[in-house]
């Protein structure tokens, strides 16, 4: 095996251990059984087909799709963590789309949903862009400004104009049976898991085997080698990879919408946007590590959920989880940069 | 309709005060080329470190525990986006994110799982002898002891960083890391001290959130408010002094939606939650809203500091 493989293995074995350990060490000190806990984490997120089928697979749909997406943008030098923002832009048009549709042919319905939600992220995503490159806005900053306002206008249209036709509560009609994702039997796993694999081998393939994918990388790496040896316009990667990702974020939108929920309401997602910041980091922005680490994000959640459930613990408690994994692996990379090369600090 | 506008702006100034604390701190952390993310969940840990200090040993206390907390919550951030040199988006998103955690299971194991009901010893108001009795404004002097700390500490933040050494230093280590560097600046030691002061006054909103507005605690309850804290900052133009308004407009805005919904519920209350955020994207694309941004901010430390 090559070295740097080598490191980046041990580096996550740690990562999880630390993970692991928070949790132990934190269940410990507020006195619950960290035995019966962490047997309970582990049956509802991936010990048993009921938690794994219906509750983690259909949690990693948005996560791998909005964690794939970010890879490329924090890849293209692009850092976008408006993915909350974006995923809410697709998942209000996808609704939209969705409840006309009724009398559609199902496949044409579904396409129809889950590219309006796409589209809708993309169109999003083009305003830090331009902000960006027409005005020199840190992307940080109006991207997270942007959540701000598709929360807003999410919370207007489910009391306003898509509001249930009841009018009580605070959320869209369902979706009509034509604009949904179709279900395996039996369970709540649906066919957007289906299509986050084709894009994490599509994404992979185009990063490892095309130009442009390397454009990407190289651009990533050393914006101004890449400019200078390769006339790489990284300006253009930036918004490409930014766009990319909030295509991404939409469609995770969207699918959660034709999929999931079927309906559209505030608070649609717990935190996906900022989740797949570590479902990528995780992976080191690997397409195939994300789907790793996207159903491991989404098994803790999962899992947290019978924990609570099942043994009394507080489901939050997973977040300290997630946290310890993330510090440990900026630790570890910050602690490897050093040791590759002390003396530039490359 | 006059006590109304007089409910209205006290309310506002209630509101902003959490908001302009956690803004002062981020603008120190941001003038130093940091941007915490962090900061919200410094904010959260500095509400239930008052919380839980309050009902020890009353309202100051609270604030003492507040500071701490946001401390603590500081040094593990400056510890990964500083001294190690990681991402700081990320760092501070992971920060936040353990917060949040923390900060739940805390509070369930210390006041039972509902935790419900918990009334706090809060800081009364008090009035300012005098301007307390003016016509209309009169309530605007009849506010918590943190509120009147909040808006001292914008002047008296602008004279650190624009009138003192270490000031200079830290805008420095925020504008120019590497020059910064050459000319003898510990970029690192500053920019982890601006860090420790911002997460400090993080704690400290939190506590003002807690003491000085709403007398409870709630498991994430300060519900994006370090995020608001980051825009106000931008919106400022990271000068304490800008901030100041900046805060007391965003805490309008928030104030505002409640009248609007009984006021005028025709008028979608939404508008007026969305259109502060507007206006900061529209201040930073003209040219002067954008140079005020410090040239570092964010940039990885390794780039600017060497190793």
């Known amino acids: 095996m090559r070295p740097e493989r080598w490191r980046a293995l041990t580096a996550l074995g740690l990562a999880l251990t630390a993970g692991l350990v928070a949790l132990a060490v934190s269940l410990t000190l507020t006195g619950y059984d960290a035995a019966s806990a962490l047997s309970a984490l582990w049956l509802g997120g991936f010990g048993t087909s009921e938690g794994l089928l219906s509750a983690t697979l259909p949690r990693a749909v948005p996560l791998i799709l909005i964690g794939l997406g970010l890879g490329v943008a924090f890849r293209g030098g692009a850092l976008n963590i408006g993915a909350e923002g974006q995923f809410y832009a697709g998942a209000g048009v996808a609704t939209w789309i969705g409840l006309s549709l009724g009398g559609w042919p199902r496949p044409v319905a579904v396409a129809l949903v889950l590219l309006g939600g796409a589209g809708a992220g993309l169109l999003y995503g083009l305003v830090p862009v331009w902000l960006r490159l027409r005005f020199g806005v840190l992307e940080v900053i109006s991207t997270l400004l942007l959540n701000f306002v598709a929360e807003g206008v999410i919370s207007y249209l489910v009391q306003g104009p898509l509001m249930e036709p009841r009018h009580i509560y605070p959320q869209s009609a369902l979706l009509p049976l034509a604009a949904r994702l179709p279900l395996w039997t039996g369970t709540r796993l649906h066919l957007g898991m289906a299509l986050a694999l084709t894009l994490a081998v599509g994404i992979w393939v185009f990063e490892r085997r095309t130009r442009p994918g390397f454009m990407l990388y190289a651009a990533g790496v050393n914006p101004s080698a890449a400019w200078i040896m390769g006339r790489i316009d990284t300006r253009k990667v930036f918004a490409l990879a930014l766009l990319a990702s909030a295509g991404l974020a939409g469609l995770a939108g969207g699918a959660e919408i034709s999929g999931s929920t079927y309906a559209l309401f505030q608070n649609l997602s717990p935190g996906y946007g900022f989740t797949g910041i570590a479902v990528a980091l995780l992976a080191r922005l690997h397409p195939l590590g994300i789907v790793a680490s996207g159903l491991l994000f989404a098994g803790l959640e999962a899992g947290a959920g019978a924990m609570q459930r099942d043994a009394g613990v507080p489901a939050v408690i997973v977040s300290v989880v997630e946290a310890a994994i993330i510090l440990t692996v900026l630790l570890g990379d910050a602690a490897s940069r050093r040791r590759l090369s002390p003396a530039t600090g490359i | ?307």
């Open chain 2, 1 to 307: 309709m006059e006590t109304e506008i007089t409910a209205f702006m006290a309310s506002a100034v209630r509101v902003a005060t959490p908001l302009l604390l956690a803004a002062l701190g981020e603008t120190v952390a941001e003038r130093g080329g940091v941007i915490n993310l962090g900061i919200e969940g410094a904010m959260l840990a500095g509400a239930l470190g008052a919380a839980i200090g309050a009902s020890a040993g009353g309202p100051w206390a609270g604030v003492a525990a507040a500071v701490v907390a946001g401390l603590v919550v500081g040094a593990l951030f400056a510890l990964v986006a500083v001294v190690a040199g990681a991402e700081q988006i990320i760092a501070g998103t992971a920060t936040t994110l353990g917060c949040i955690g923390l900060t739940g299971v805390i509070y369930r194991h210390h006041y039972g799982p509902g935790g419900v009901g918990l009334t706090l010893p809060t800081f009364p108001a008090t009035a300012i002898p005098g301007f307390s009795a003016l016509p209309i404004l009169g309530p605007l002097f009849r506010q918590s002891i943190l509120t009147y700390a909040a808006f001292l500490l914008a002047p008296a933040l602008w004279w650190l960083l624009w009138r003192t050494r270490w000031g200079l230093r830290l805008r420095a280590a925020g504008e120019a890391g590497l020059q910064a560097r050459t000319r003898g600046v510990p970029v690192r030691r500053v920019r982890t001290e601006g860090v420790l002061l911002g997460a400090a006054l993080a704690g400290l909103a939190g506590a003002s959130l807690v003491l000085g507005q709403v007398g409870t605690f709630a498991e994430r309850m300060t519900a994006g408010r370090g995020f608001i804290a980051i825009a106000i900052v931008a919106l400022g133009g990271w000068n304490p002094l800008r901030v100041l308004p900046a805060a007391l407009f965003f805490g309008a805005a928030l104030a505002l939606q409640y009248v609007l919904q009984a006021a005028v519920p025709a008028v979608p209350y939404q508008v007026v939650l969305i259109l502060p955020y507007l206006l900061t994207l529209l201040v930073l694309t003209t040219a002067a809203g954008r140079a005020k941004a410090p040239a570092d901010l964010g940039r990885r430390a390794a780039s600017v500091e060497g190793d």
